[in-house]
């Protein structure tokens, strides 16, 4: 048994009194008359920079010309050629430190709060994290409401292998703009925890 089985096998065994989960179905979550531009709005509230690429152009020469002191970008996608580590190869997590630039793919986005849920669609998804600066491909159709829709596109599962998005990935988490915190003295700290930046480049249809 593991350590976590074990706590909450502990938790149930000293349960008092049990109560019925309540019942969800009248929730009415708020939704959007245009939920791309609720998306950008949010993104931008929170710290973060949303660039809509137009048809044709180049992501790469984009992301030069956002970054163009990055020495080091990290990224296992194939159309991202500047790419100098691919957290793919590397030997340990730590040996993505000192990346500039890390890009990553994500899956949908939310227009409630501006969140994009990124899979674990790398072996090291500590270049989520560790860059410097973050940026997020992400196609502009794919965005829902809120969270509500978000965790329902999550629990789907996949016709052909039976598994949900959770399942199939392992591990995912929602970025929403750049790591910041204001705990001490209320002082806002952009960094603090993960990327100084991040960039969500929305792609053409």
Same mark, same amino acid.
């Given at each position: 048994m593991s350590s976590k089985e074990d706590i909450l096998k502990?938790?149930?065994?000293?349960?008092?009194?049990?109560?019925?989960?309540?019942?969800?179905?009248?929730?009415?979550?708020i939704t959007y008359p245009n939920p791309l531009l609720q998306f950008t709005t949010m993104s931008k509230n929170v710290g973060g920079q949303v660039v809509e690429v137009e048809e044709g152009r180049d992501i790469n020469d984009l992301i030069r010309e956002l970054y163009p002191d990055a020495k080091e970008i990290a990224s296992n996608l194939p159309e991202i050629? /500047?790419?100098?580590?691919?957290?793919?190869? &590397?030997?340990?997590a730590r040996d993505l430190n000192g990346t500039d630039v890390g890009v990553v793919r994500g899956m949908f986005g939310v227009a409630e709060n501006g969140c994009v849920w990124i899979p674990q669609q790398m072996k090291e998804k500590a270049v989520c994290f560790?860059?410097?600066?973050?940026? /997020?491909?992400?196609?502009?159709?794919?965005? &829902?409401?809120?969270?509500?829709e978000a965790y329902r596109r999550l629990s789907e599962r996949d016709p052909k292998?039976?598994?949900d998005l959770f399942d199939q990935y392992g591990y995912g988490t929602f970025i929403s703009g750049p790591s910041k915190t204001a705990d001490i003295a209320q002082v806002l700290v952009m960094g603090a925890q993960a990327a100084r930046s991040a960039t969500i480049l929305l792609l053409p249809e």
């Open positions: 502990k938790y149930r065994a000293n349960v008092r009194e049990q109560y019925d989960m309540p019942d969800l179905s009248d929730i009415k979550a050629t /500047i790419a100098t580590r691919n957290p793919d190869n &590397v030997g340990r560790i860059s410097e600066n973050l940026v /997020i491909l992400l196609p502009k159709s794919q965005i &829902v409401n809120n969270m509500h292998s039976g598994l």
